[in-house]
């Protein structure tokens, strides 16, 4: 069955970086467009990065542009998000996601079917 872990969450200053990682298995991970998407407490989740099979092709909130690097590892099936320069407001959980065709929209829940169970992220100010 699909599985998704995330990890390389944390707490971090304002200014500070983290690398977040997703390892997938159960599918073929190549096959998929992938995405990371966050949740604030009590706000809804909203769609960060989206990246094609290859990684040639990626899609970012404006919020994170120039900020995070979203990319990708075949032959390690893994997904990785860089995050630089962080904000109190990147402060979430964060999910790693399967995208059910690369057609739809990089940045919306609705084109993902398989999600992780999250890792969080705090940036202090």
């Known amino acids: 069955q699909v599985q998704l872990v995330e990890s390389g969450g944390g707490s971090v200053q304002a200014g500070g970086s983290l690398r977040l990682s997703c390892t997938a298995s159960g599918f073929t991970f190549s096959g998929y467009c992938m995405g990371w998407f966050r949740q604030a407490p009590g706000k809804e989740r909203e769609g960060v990065a989206g990246?094609?099979?290859?990684?040639?092709?990626?899609d970012y909130a404006d919020s994170v542009k120039g900020r995070f690097t979203i990319s990708r590892d075949n032959a390690k099936n893994l997904l990785y998000l860089q995050m630089n320069s962080l904000k109190p407001e990147d402060s979430g959980l964060y999910y790693c996601?399967?995208?059910?065709?690369?057609?739809?929209?990089?940045?919306?829940?609705?084109?993902?079917?398989?999600w992780g169970h999250g890792t969080q992220v705090t940036v202090s100010s």
């Open positions: 996601a399967t995208r059910r065709s690369c057609s739809s929209s990089a940045l919306s829940q609705s084109g993902y079917n398989n």
């Open positions: 990246i094609s099979t290859y990684g040639r092709i990626t």
